[in-house]
């Protein structure tokens, strides 16, 4: 009887199977877990990361898939929440299937919390296929976070000299178009200033995700993004869909297109760019090429390899080429008036830098097929470049470094740099790098899986007498730190989990003192290029301010106006026997579009501006009275 019992239960079941496999419906495994065991610690110290294993059994009737992302263990009360660093923890073995009976150890990295108190630590198999929670939850296992004694330590000084993110005043953002045939969501874009002989100012930029075309856009009237609202952006104007910049043939095996950033020099019409390949691994291909634009003409001139010595090295400068000022190539590069870089990302087969990078070159010789290249910033690890410690490694031995405080922490997996710029003012002096960062939860886990992926965008600001003691070869590259870096938020907010947004390109104008940033995905999914404006120092350089006034000489009240002001002149100048004085009014784009003339008196009065042809939009003063040249900025609105 009893037999007759299981084989129509049998027979019951295989009915059943058909039926569901016959509808379509599938067959859903049924799981079980019970607890074993954790080892964790007892106490802990807020923001402190330690290792935690939690071992489960398989109480079910059917084996746990073998594969990472198959079976995890997720936190719980509430779940997937974020108590630990993370809200996951993965198999760490892999290769073999879990049968029932068995037992498995989830082993992880986990970070405790930024406020001190008693956390419950709580855990549940979770079935990523299906989707849900299964077994025992971990028992209310806790632990208790003790306050960190350290604190912060203060910030660097401010030197009126050095760039900081203090001297960057966000002056406005504009769209771009959009170019027939391309998609413009994925594109990681240089960026590339042209001042035409009118002063006005161009822009070259890469549209498309697997095919890439170069295009021009003339600068429009900036508009500020405000309350989160950028419906009022100008759209820039397509002045040319040039082509795809690209060599006519493959080199070294490697075809090699424009898809890193590029530089423009207006004297000769020559569009110098890079290209690269995180997952080359042959024996090196040219980084380096130069395209003429002229008319409707694309001309590939030459391209150039980085010295074959250095091959373990070169990927750290092929994210871009940029231009390096005269004053300092001529201090500490022996000339060298461009640059190739940026670093900051591990690839394969070459470490690249672990932090941002710079390598000086000459304008490059249309007869030589290598470049003269002088390293001026460079991390090799373990030696790299500082940064916040609001990250921990999951399971990575790629640069596999554990900030000890929230506050110490040292670039490392996903850290990467795109674009920099060298900035080179009479009062105000710095490299800017412009670096991504992952946060939270970071690095590979078991199996070569990436997950739970934040990001964090950072300048990077370096002070040029580091750089240049490098470059001369006084101290060690890897040596160099910045002299500050803070996390940048952007004029509309740009999602932590974004994967594709990244600063890909960026250009100083030093005529205007603006520096042009592109953002991909800086718009929900579309790129904008946002303006930001270098302040002037209280104490202008001594060759234009008299060395015993301090503030402002010159002001213009009011600010923002519509249509007149005044210009008023400092008292604390000395204007006997300063008759005349000249005031040149330029635009954003650099370009002369009022001239008045006056006499110190009246400036010292105040002097009545109008400014009622000029559109709405800020504008650079510059007053020459004597030996004084005065600078002010403003702002028009209609």
Not at 131 to 160: C, M, N, W
Not at 281 to 309: E, I, Q
Not at 352 to 366: E, H, L
Not at 514 to 532: D, E, F, N, Q, S
């Amino acid at each position: 009887m009893k037999k007759r019992s299981v084989g129509l239960t049998v027979v019951s079941l295989i009915y059943v199977c058909m039926f569901l496999l016959l509808s379509g419906r599938p067959v859903q495994a049924v799981y079980d877990a019970q607890f074993v065991r954790c080892v964790i610690p007892e106490t802990l110290t807020t923001d402190e990361i330690f290792p935690a294993t939690i071992c489960m059994r398989n109480t079910g009737d059917t084996a746990w898939p073998s594969g990472d992302m198959t079976i995890l263990m997720c936190s719980q009360n509430p779940a997937n929440n974020y108590t630990w660093g993370s809200y996951f923890i993965l198999i760490k073995h892999s290769a073999y299937l879990v049968t029932p009976g068995d037992t498995l150890n989830y082993t992880s990295n986990l970070r405790a919390p930024s406020t001190p108190g008693k956390y419950a630590f709580a855990w549940q198999c979770y079935d990523n296929i299906a989707k849900q929670f299964f077994g025992e939850i971990v028992p209310a296992e806790s632990i208790y976070v003790q306050q960190r004694l350290e604190t912060p330590p203060p910030p660097p000084p401010h030197k009126d000299s050095l760039l900081d993110s203090s001297d960057f005043e966000y002056i406005g953002s504009f769209k771009l178009p959009t170019i027939t045939g391309y998609e413009d969501v994925y594109v990681a874009s240089g960026l590339a200033l042209r001042t035409m002989p009118d002063s006005t100012k161009r822009f070259f930029l890469n549209t498309g995700t697997y095919t890439h075309c170069l295009y021009e856009v003339e600068m429009p009237q900036l508009v500020k993004i405000e309350n989160n609202d950028y419906s009022g952006l100008n759209t820039a104007p397509l002045v040319k869909q040039w082509a795809t910049i690209a060599w006519d043939s493959a080199v070294s095996g490697e075809n090699i297109t424009s898809n890193g950033g590029f530089w423009w020099d207006d004297s000769a019409n020559i569009l110098y760019w890079t290209h690269y390949n995180s997952y080359y691994a042959g024996g090196g291909f040219p980084m380096l090429a130069a395209t003429r634009l002229a008319n409707d003409s694309v001309t590939n001139l030459k391209y150039w390899y980085l010295p074959m010595p250095r091959l373990p090295v070169w990927k750290a400068y092929w994210r871009g080429v940029t231009s390096i000022p005269k004053t300092f190539a001529d201090a500490y590069t022996g000339g060298r008036t461009m640059a190739l870089g940026f670093g900051g990302y591990f690839s394969i087969c070459q470490p690249a830098s672990s932090g941002p990078a710079i390598a000086a070159i000459q304008k490059p010789d249309m007869f030589q097929d290598t470049l003269d290249l002088v390293e001026v910033l460079r991390y090799i690890y373990p030696e790299a470049a500082n940064r916040n410690g609001n990250y921990f490694g999951a399971n990575t031995s790629i640069w596999g470094y554990q900030p000890p405080s929230p506050w110490d922490g040292k670039f490392t997996y996903g850290s990467s740099c795109a674009a920099g710029v060298f900035i080179d003012l009479p009062d105000k002096k710095g490299y800017v790098a412009f670096v991504k960062h992952n946060i939270g939860r970071i690095g590979y886990d078991w199996g070569g899986l990436i997950n739970d992926a934040h990001y964090e965008d950072n300048w990077y600001f370096y002070d040029f007498k580091d750089l240049g003691e490098a470059a001369l070869g006084n101290r060690a590259l890897g040596s160099v730190q910045p002299s500050s870096f803070v996390k940048i938020n952007w004029p509309y907010p740009v999602s932590n989990t974004a994967t594709y947004h990244s600063t890909s390109g960026a250009c100083f104008d030093p005529q205007t003192r603006i520096m042009y940033v592109y953002v991909t995905r800086a718009l929900g999914t579309k790129p904008a290029i946002h303006a930001y404006h270098v302040t002037e120092s209280p104490a202008r350089m001594e060759t234009v301010l008299p060395e015993q006034t301090t503030g402002s000489l010159i002001s213009i009240h009011p600010n923002p106006f519509n249509p007149t002001a005044k210009i008023i002149l400092n008292a604390a100048l000395d204007v006997k026997g300063l008759d005349k004085a000249d005031i040149m009014v330029f635009n954003v784009h650099g370009k002369l579009v009022q001239r008045l003339a006056a006499t110190g008196c009246q400036l010292a009065a105040g002097l009545d501006w109008d400014a009622s042809l000029l559109p709405s939009g800020i504008y650079m003063l510059q007053v020459k009275i004597g030996q004084y040249l005065l600078r002010g900025r403003v702002s028009v609105i209609k």
